[in-house]
């Protein structure tokens, strides 16, 4: 069984107790998974979480890391970017040496500074705005794809396949949300798509019932939304209680079961962007086999963060050394490297080379791939 400690943020902060600030090199390596574990986008963190230990208990069992144990610790940032900042100077104190995380894009930006200047690698399984990447930090990575990527095949799809329906985009003013509803309306435009609303809502709210109203008096037959599943599904279940009949569109955020209960029938034909299904893979078969053994359905994130921590894995052991800045310069370098997710060589900036993002659709509590 491997170690795993858990940090809760600012408020947890006090209990813990200072390490060592020497990591002996025969000790374990002190890996950390941040994400939203608490709060209303918990069941992301929850998805973080158990790809993390998987991985952990997976390579921990196949001997460690130039021979030595991972000791895991889970970061709880709830998505807010101050204790976001809090947990990366506290795993950063704890010498942490590689973080798969965090989850929401507004929490890895300045998470990120935090890691770069205290000399700590991270991969985002799930942050997709270009921001994350493109600033040029030597630490940061991630196995997942950007917003202009998914934004440009979600408003290309609206363009071409609902020229004439009357299309709204709604963001929640997150990094993650407006960034890929600026995206979508880009690409939609580019297209020759024109959209009637283009606004944010805020997010925490029981009642959307006066936005429900303004997509009623404009007549919107699709709604695109730039943001997480808990407003989206809630959105559209009061949209369809005043009798609006429109075809809701959203992003990778939508990838969680939570999503339908939520939304409920309201949610049926729901369309979402999302990298072709990594369940589905022969590279995954295997660890998918032992997830479904003890009935955990590793959907979303689950597998990404699991390729995060196997990555970083191989090209520290490629390496011969615990050094974070080597392990960044041999990731770059030296792919492909080889993950449940298949095959991820990585761009000088640290994003995937081959990013791939396909429509799936929710029917009937379930969302599947569509062929």
Not at 53 to 71: F, I, K, M
Not at 120 to 135: D, G, I, K, Q, Y
Not at 351 to 359: A, G, K, L, R, S
Request: with cysteine.
């Amino acid at each position: 069984m491997f170690n795993r400690r858990v940090l809760l943020g600012a408020t947890g902060a006090a209990a813990l107790s200072a390490p060592s600030l020497v990591q002996a090199q025969s000790g374990p390596i002190r890996v950390a998974s941040v994400g939203p574990m608490t709060g209303q986008y918990a069941a992301f963190g929850t998805q973080l979480r158990v790809g993390a230990e998987a991985a952990v208990a997976d390579l921990n069992a196949a001997g460690g890391v130039l021979g030595r144990q991972l000791a895991l610790e889970i970061g709880d940032d709830a998505c807010d970017p101050r204790q976001a900042v809090s947990v990366a100077n506290q795993l950063a104190s704890r010498r942490v040496r590689f973080i798969a995380g965090h989850f929401c894009s507004g929490s890895s930006i300045p998470a990120r500074d935090v890691y770069a200047e205290e000399g700590v690698l991270m991969m985002s399984p799930a942050s997709t705005n270009p921001r994350f990447t493109e600033e040029g930090k030597w630490n940061t990575f991630r196995v997942c794809g950007r917003d202009d990527q998914q934004g440009m095949v979600a408003g290309t799809h609206i363009a071409r396949q609902m020229g004439n329906q009357r299309v709204a985009i709604l963001h929640d003013n997150s990094a993650y949300g407006r960034g890929l509803a600026e995206e979508t309306k880009k690409a939609m435009n580019a297209a020759g798509k024109q959209e009637e609303i283009f606004a944010a809502y805020t997010p925490g709210e029981r009642d959307y019932n006066a936005i429900v109203s303004r997509l009623q008096a404009a007549n919107i037959q699709v709604l695109y939304i730039g943001g997480y599943h808990t407003e989206s599904g809630l959105i559209l279940r009061q949209a369809r209680e005043r009798g609006l009949n429109l075809t809701l569109i959203g992003g990778d955020a939508l990838v969680t079961n939570e999503f339908w209960q939520i939304a409920g029938p309201a949610g049926e034909g729901t369309l979402m962007t999302f990298a072709s299904d990594p369940r589905r893979r022969p590279t995954a078969a295997e660890v998918v086999a032992r997830f479904r053994a003890r009935n955990v359905d590793p959907e979303g994130y689950v597998l990404y963060t699991y390729a995060a921590m196997q990555i970083w894995a191989a090209a520290m052991a490629r390496t011969n050394a615990d050094d974070p800045r080597r392990i960044a310069a041999t990731l770059k370098s030296g792919g492909p490297w080889q993950s449940v997710l298949g095959p991820i060589s990585f761009t000088d900036k640290g994003d995937p080379t081959e990013p791939d993002y396909v429509f799936y659709r929710w029917s009937n509590g379930a969302y599947a791939e569509i062929s």
